[in-house]
């Protein structure tokens, strides 16, 4: 079974620190994909990954950075965080191939910021 | 930029009842799927849908996959308390590398 994990379930911080989000997937995949998910609006995607050193922006990436440096490992950054960040985040891994329609995700990450 | 609607945002039900929800947009897909999310965990993929038309059954779930490409829904028969959650259609296009577009979710709520 493909396993994707993330660094924490929950996570409380300040206004204004630089937070850091881990996700790791064990299955070798190439795509890595970072969701915020708010009531009302569903899963919006901030970043995503086809490869190491290799990110595009996503839907809402305004904040946010990311970090791909190994295959396995795929981090999101808020360089400052502020309060209209508090929210689940949601990481995810398809499989190769066509499609990859069975995006894995992790257990997700609620974080506040106050 | 594409967008899905998804309807209702929350059912109320009770235990044995039927339940259909479903999303619109404004793009076509190749692809339509559907996950839900319980409490604390993450979404989980339920079913998918590849071709238009495509009708496809997962126990009690049942998914189709609209003609025009630009929709689809999802039935549940028969509700159980464990079908409690968030349902997320999502869309999907071949040359974007998995990339997901997510409706909003539907909050199911069943009464034993």
């Known amino acids: 079974d493909v396993k994707v994990t993330q660094s924490s379930r929950y996570l409380v911080k300040r206004t204004g620190e630089k937070v850091f989000l881990e996700c790791v997937q064990d299955?070798?995949?190439?795509?890595m994909f970072w969701y915020r998910q708010d009531p009302g609006l569903g899963l919006r995607l901030i970043y995503f990954?086809?490869?190491?050193?290799?990110?595009e922006k996503g839907d809402i990436p305004e904040g946010y950075s990311v970090s791909r440096e190994k295959k396995e490992r795929f981090s999101l950054i808020l360089e400052s965080a502020s309060t209209n960040q508090t929210s689940m985040y949601l990481c995810a891994s398809p499989p190769p191939g066509q499609g990859a329609q069975e995006q894995y995700f992790g257990p997700g990450t609620r974080l506040t910021v106050t | 930029g594409q967008q899905l609607n998804q309807s209702p945002q929350s059912m109320f039900i009770q235990e044995g009842e039927d339940v259909s929800m479903n999303c619109t947009s404004s793009s076509i897909f190749n692809t339509w799927l559907w996950y839900k999310q319980d409490p604390g965990e993450g979404p989980v993929l339920l079913i998918a849908l590849y071709k238009a038309g495509e009708l496809t059954s997962n126990g009690r779930l049942t998914a189709q996959f609209g003609i025009t490409r630009k929709d689809s829904f999802l039935n549940i028969s028969a509700s159980i308390p464990s079908d409690v959650g968030i349902y997320f259609c999502a869309g999907q296009l071949w040359n974007q590398g998995g990339k997901l577009i997510f409706g909003q979710g539907t909050e199911l709520s069943v009464k034993p």
């Open positions: 990954s086809y490869d190491v050193k290799m990110k």
């Open positions: 299955m070798d995949h190439e795509n």
